[in-house]
């Protein structure tokens, strides 16, 4: 089995920063393409930022410039850098992953974390 466990949530002031960090463990064989999603209340699931193995990244639109995906594959972790932090980026985030365990890759969720952004 695969478990992916976020942290690094919490309530931030408007402007400030977070980082989440989503780390991977089980029967991993590999993992492919790793990402962030988040779902505000009375929204759908949207996706902030994602990563390939390979490093190449995409966002957002709306988080461009202000937040920065990254990986360490040797961790199996991913970790998500959100800067000048707007209320609007209030949200449960949720890490996902593409994980094989050695012959398909199979989709995987966390179980959230909420991040708050005051005014």
């Known amino acids: 089995q695969v478990q992916l466990v976020e942290s690094g949530g919490g309530l931030v002031q408007a402007g400030g920063s977070l980082r989440l960090s989503c780390a991977a463990s089980g029967n991993i064989f590999s993992i492919k393409r790793m990402g962030w999603y988040r779902q505000a209340p009375g929204k759908q699931r949207e996706l902030v930022a994602g990563i390939n193995s390979g490093g190449s990244t995409n966002y957002a639109d709306s988080v461009k410039g202000r937040f920065t995906i990254s990986r360490d594959n040797a961790k199996n972790t991913v970790y998500l850098q959100m800067n000048s932090l707007k209320p609007e980026d209030t949200a449960v985030y949720y890490c996902?992953?593409?994980?094989?365990?050695?012959?398909?890759?199979?989709?995987?969720w966390g179980q959230g974390t909420q991040v708050t952004v005051s005014t």
């Open positions: 996902n992953g593409e994980v094989s365990m050695g012959y398909t890759y199979t989709d995987y």
